[in-house]
């Protein structure tokens, strides 16, 4: 429909754009009085977290390229020279490269909480989907972004990585070459991977645009699993989960600190100050601990292309997932026997995660088949098993009938939240 | 709440699974020696006078053979010494200076906006002079090390005969502590290598502490600075948390 938009705005300034271009009325409608299930826990924090992750990685990230150079012979001086001689490119570097595990610290909280809750199901499913999509490209980015300082484990991580492709039968080794731009990781696979890493987090922001979007057409799932019944049940995003947004971010902030200042790296690899040299092969290839898990699924399975597959279909899977969770309830607290299920799931994947930074010998091999065994068996068998099976716990009529009841003992102890009585 | 030892114990899984990934590559049969560092801790700062006496080592010994490429003579200011000391220690090598005249090209005396002369033009060369093994660079050999600091102490100190079972490659020393006991580099520090002018006895001890201390600050010389700055912006943060938190108690007081 064409005409101007009717704005409630008083100011003149405001009011004139807003007519024109209603940004101010949908941010109003958005995140001002946009209702909000009033009984979020903290969990409902990492979303807001991720965002804020993501601005930080851009930002330092342009800042970092004013100074990096993608080739083979200067990318390792580069990145000292930013370490040394860049006005706090230190600073800058490490924020960048704790970032990364921060951000993917955030966004695996955020996925637990969606599997827990069951934020995946009906109408939530592409939501759910599109969030899928954003972990995919992050895990690009990041694989690629480790590649471009070019020491040693970037050199062959890159090397492992990409020869993946080469399981495929026919085409996997042309896939390869296409990949690399040569014959082997080179220069022409440094300086794809440096556009590449520049251009996906852009992409990555378009996705969050779309889920984000996305949810404020379903609205956010809560922990107790049900739809608000009414403005009795809601409160306006604004003030109440700004604030709330907030807290999270600023002890999101002191880990991160802790981590940039303290113990940069910590979480890095010593064989990444190493400058990359193909004629030696580090003693162990490992990437970087938020690809653990996948590596150990890969690792797990004694055939190559077995081996890929698996650990595609290890993220692939939770695309369908909405559709392989045949219970109607969504929320774990109601669902006793899947509590227990996707705890373990938890407990899994960190399992995945040690036996990925092992070699596969001994011990290591048998409980990296038994993990990933599980993971597949949970979502595969469990999920759609277990919905048939169990009893749900009864369901409460509404959200703010357990908030606004007081007093006894409710499932989950939804209005116990330690933080917020205190 | 039911809910809290299970959280805890979710938590105590992932903060061992960390601390085992992180773990995971120094297994290895010898247990590094624990030194007390300057540099440790979060209040950590590098004892200058140990990174000089460091320096005066990598001078007369470790030079000989190992570069230290990112570094320029001007960032000698950061382990204390005077513009004039850095003038004079730049000036006291040769390096390339480009061509002249003729298109002949030329040496130079250093100044404080070179490079760390490398001893070697390039890599063949380096190992030509050292049986086939590449001395590595050293400007972050510190951060490059599973164990950093303490493991380099270690090498330091781990030179012994190897033992009677052993079978030795020709031309390789004995460390226990060198992945695969077997380094080519010879034990680099006796006692009484160098001469220390601040009185300091020059135990092999005393040596391997001070040239870590150096290499330590070669490789991250930003570290102090980082440090003092993080205390400040965790304490600001800390201040930034508990505001927030009471606005939000405050806000969230009418809703229960």
């Known amino acids: 429909m064409v005409g101007l938009h009717k704005s409630e705005f008083k100011n003149p300034l405001v009011r004139w754009i807003d007519t024109r271009l209603p940004v101010f009325t949908m941010m109003q409608n958005e995140y001002g009085s946009f209702p909000t ?6 969990f409902w924090n990492f979303g807001a ?16 390229a004013m100074n990096y150079v993608p080739n083979t012979a200067l990318a390792f001086d580069s990145v000292e020279r930013i370490m040394r001689d860049v006005n706090y490119g230190w600073l800058i570097r490490y924020v960048h490269m704790n970032g990364a595990s921060m951000f993917f610290v955030v966004v695996y909280i955020h996925i637990f909480r969606g599997l827990y809750y ?28 480790y590649v471009l300082p070019w020491g040693q484990m970037s050199y062959w991580g890159a090397t492992v990585i990409t020869n993946l492709f080469s399981a495929f039968p026919i085409v996997g080794k042309s896939i390869v070459t296409w990949l690399w731009g040569g014959f082997s990781v080179d220069n022409p696979t440094l300086n794809r991977f440096f556009s590449l890493h520049y251009l996906l987090p852009f992409v990555i922001v378009a996705v969050v645009f779309l889920h984000v979007a996305a949810l404020h057409i379903t609205g956010s799932n809560n922990p107790l699993g049900i739809e608000p019944k009414g403005p009795q ?8 989960y700004t604030v709330k947004d907030s807290v999270g971010i600023c002890v999101f902030l002191i880990v991160y600190a ?26 162990e290839i490992v990437p970087e601990w938020y690809l653990l898990p996948y590596y150990a699924i890969l690792r797990s399975v004694p055939n190559k292309l077995g081996g890929v597959l698996m650990m595609f279909g290890s993220i692939l899977v939770l695309f369908v997932l909405p559709w392989l969770d045949t219970s109607p309830v969504r929320s774990a607290r109601f669902r006793p026997i899947f509590r227990q299920l996707v705890l373990l799931l938890v407990i899994d994947v960190i399992v995945l995660g040690d036996v990925g930074a092992h070699r596969p010998e001994g011990w290591w091999v048998v409980v990296g088949r038994l993990a990933t065994t599980y993971y597949f068996l949970f979502f595969l068998v469990l999920l759609p098993v277990v919905g048939k099976l169990e009893r749900p716990l009864k369901l409460p009529d509404s959200i703010s009938k357990p908030v606004l009841g007081g007093g006894g003992p409710l499932p989950g102890g939804a209005p116990a939240k330690p933080m917020e009585k205190a | 709440m039911r809910r809290i030892p299970l959280a805890r114990l979710i938590l105590g899984a992932a903060l061992g699974g960390l601390l085992a990934a992180s773990s995971a590559r120094a297994a290895d049969d010898t247990k590094l020696p624990k030194v007390e560092w300057s540099f440790s801790g979060p209040f950590g700062t590098y004892d200058l006078a140990s990174a000089q006496r460091g320096f005066l080592i990598y001078q007369q010994v470790c030079s000989n053979c190992h570069s230290m490429n990112q570094l320029y003579y001007r960032n000698l200011e950061g382990i204390g010494l005077s513009e004039e000391q850095i003038k004079a220690i730049a000036a006291s090598v040769q390096v390339p200076g480009g061509v002249d005249d003729n298109g002949q090209p030329i040496q130079r005396p250093g100044r404080p906006a070179d490079h760390f002369r490398a001893p070697f033009p390039n890599d063949q060369a380096a190992r030509a002079a050292n049986g086939g093994a590449l001395p590595p660079d050293q400007s972050v050999l510190e951060l490059a090390r599973e164990g950093g600091a303490d493991y380099l102490y270690a090498l330091m100190v781990g030179y012994s005969d190897p033992p009677a079972d052993m079978k030795m490659q020709p031309g390789m020393m004995y460390n226990r502590f060198f992945p695969g006991h077997q380094i080519a580099m010879p034990q680099p520090l006796q006692d009484g290598s160098v001469q220390y002018t601040d009185g300091t006895k020059p135990t092999l001890e005393q040596e391997a502490k001070d040239v870590v201390t150096f290499l330590a600050w070669a490789a991250e010389p930003e570290m102090v600075e980082r440090k003092q700055m993080g205390v400040k912006i ?11 938190y009471a606005v939000k108690r405050k806000l969230w007081s009418d809703v229960h």
């Open chain 1, 37 to 42: 299930p009033r009984n979020f826990n903290y």
């Open chain 1, 49 to 64: 977290l991720a965002m804020v992750a993501m601005m930080i990685m851009i930002i330092t990230g342009i800042f970092l």
């Open chain 1, 233 to 240: 049940d809601t409160l306006p995003f604004h003030p109440y």
């Open chain 2, 234 to 244: 965790i304490l600001f943060l800390l201040l930034l948390t508990g505001l927030t």
């Open chain 1, 258 to 283: 802790a981590l940039v200042f303290f113990a940069p790296n910590f979480l890095g690899n010593p064989d990444n100050y190493i400058p990359a040299n193909p004629m030696v092969t580090p003693a």
């Open chain 1, 118 to 145: 069951g934020s995946y199901k009906t109408p939530r499913e592409l939501l759910w989907m599109l969030g899928v999509v954003i972990l995919l490209l992050m895990m690009m980015t990041a694989f690629m972004g």
